[in-house]
DNA sequence: CGCTCCCTTGAGCACGGTCAAGAAGGGTGG
DNA sequence: CCACCCTTCTTGACCGTGCTCAAGGGAGCG
């Protein structure tokens, strides 16, 4: 079953174009010149570094397939994964304008990324104010995303921030146009999903495992399936308005 | 000894171009241009509402004094203090691309904001565009203190926590002009802390007396006294790059 | 076949939450 | 000017969520 294969475009630019259009207004005129940007394409193993801390980068790179994450380490050796990045996100588009990476970047998963130079972005914005809005709303969707992880690390409990967590990944990656329903292939280490939501490997264990114990969810091998979406969505207390999907029915 | 008030500049103006020389290159035309906004002051009270989430605002506004903060809230009725915003700090500047708020912005103290409109702001934006590149790295600015949010909430213990934020608002403080030496006042109650940092309230009390203990703070009233900066900044981790300002020194 | 990485489970513990009650401060009205 | 009230700070006691440490099992890979 090569579902995945058939979901996915056949031009990189395509991915960045189906991107902007889930969160602006882009002109057929607009896509044509974005279409015509130069992306030189890469692939990436998992937990390849992409970008350290102090790195002066002159590329950004949108996601064509897998997943990345932005993570921060602590003075104790602990890190946090301040976000992921799904097929079409644009994790470090804020290099364009801050010099200094003060996170890191990584794949998580086998993954595909297009490079682009921050001249190339630069000189678009310039061209095309449409397009230049829709990056800035891009880097804007991400604050807000940030936004939220705050309040779900903070002041939610394992139980339901694993949940939440879930529930983003799923309706970003159906945003994304990479899965069909709600099952998701996630080769993701319940060690990475502790650092993600701020919890030990071994307590993201247990949780999922109550999760499944409460139907919400089934997972075989790398697969997570969302067996119960209303009783996940409800147990992670999510609402996707912060995403700022243009068309948010696509979520359910 | 009014010394805050000699440090206030005269114009709302003003505030908003220290701000962006902070952290941008702007000419003094662009200064002037800048000086020519419609920037319309008001008043606040502490602890009142601004702007609340679903919100659809025509207008953004610029902190001139005071302390803002952003927030959200959970289905358990819990709060989370997201960021916090100080003098010169335009909080929903997203709000020109991203029409829906999805958290809320509150006053913390009392203070004085400028109002000013979307339009105002698309309109410089397009004739000025190194003006427009600033106002993007203001809101990239913020990305990156939310990231930094997102790991000292999920990684770091009260102890640690609690010093990072107060490191950060000591400094943002300085940057805004509005402190000197590492005294601030702070008229801001234990359980705002805690929902920053998320913490109860009266683990935040713990923490505090225990940074008293340390010899790193001292309080009194309202003032907060960082009698150890260098411990302090130990203690909390803290690392400013993620503050992207021009001149970093100015924070120590 | 053996290595490594990841998942899983158990046991004990500690960090921080919750509950409750008293003290201190600041503002308001008589 | 004082009395009152309300909010915030403070402290104690108890408890629970989630961490740490440790060991075994499974799956993929060279």
Request: glycine fraction near 8%; charged fraction near 25%; charge should be neutral.
């Given at each position: ?8 475009p056949a ?6 174009i ?6 602006a ?5 607009d896509?044509?010149?974005?279409g015509?940007?130069t992306i ?5 193993p998992?937990?390849r570094?992409?970008l350290?801390e102090?790195?002066?980068p002159?590329n950004s790179?949108i996601?064509?397939d897998g997943?990345?994450c932005s993570?921060k380490?602590?003075?104790a ?5 301040t976000?992921?990045f799904v ?8 290099g364009?304008?801050l010099?200094v ?22 000189s ?6 449409r ?7 891009s880097t804007?969707?991400?604050a807000?995303?940030?936004?939220e992880?705050?309040t ?5 409990d394992a139980y339901a921030?694993a ?6 990944l799923?309706?970003r ?5 990479r899965i069909e329903d709600?099952?998701a ?12 939501v701020?919890?030990?490997a071994?307590?993201v ?8 114990g409460?139907?919400?969810i089934a997972?075989?091998g790398?697969?997570l399936r969302a067996l119960?979406?209303p009783?996940?969505?409800q147990?992670?207390?999510?609402v996707?308005?912060?995403l700022h999907q ?6 359910f």
């Amino acid at each position: 079953m090569e579902v995945t294969k058939s979901l996915r475009p056949a031009f990189s630019s395509d991915v960045l174009i189906r991107k902007l259009r889930g969160i602006a207004d882009i002109s057929d005129d607009d896509a044509a010149a974005l279409g015509g940007l130069t992306i030189q394409e890469k692939d990436v193993p998992a937990n390849r570094d992409i970008l350290l801390e102090g790195d002066r980068p002159t590329n950004s790179f949108i996601v064509l397939d897998g997943v990345v994450c932005s993570s921060k380490h602590t003075g104790a050796g602990k890190r946090q994964i301040t976000s992921f990045f799904v097929a079409g996100d644009l994790p470090d588009l804020h290099g364009i304008h801050l010099s200094v990476m003060d996170c890191n970047f990584s794949s998580m998963t086998p993954g595909r990324l297009g490079v682009i130079r921050h001249s190339v972005f630069r000189s678009i914005c310039e061209q095309r104010p449409r397009v230049a809005t829709a990056f800035w709303r891009s880097t804007l969707i991400d604050a807000a995303i940030y936004r939220e992880w705050v309040t779900n690390v903070g002041r939610r409990d394992a139980y339901a921030r694993a949940a939440h967590m879930l529930c983003e990944l799923i309706v970003r990656l159906r945003f994304a146009g990479r899965i069909e329903d709600h099952v998701a292939d996630l080769p993701i280490t319940q060690a990475a999903l502790g650092d993600a939501v701020g919890l030990s490997a071994v307590h993201v264990n247990r949780t999922l495992q109550a999760l499944q114990g409460d139907g919400l969810i089934a997972t075989s091998g790398t697969k997570l399936r969302a067996l119960d979406w209303p009783g996940l969505v409800q147990a992670g207390e999510f609402v996707p308005t912060y995403l700022h999907q243009k068309d948010p029915d696509v979520a359910f």
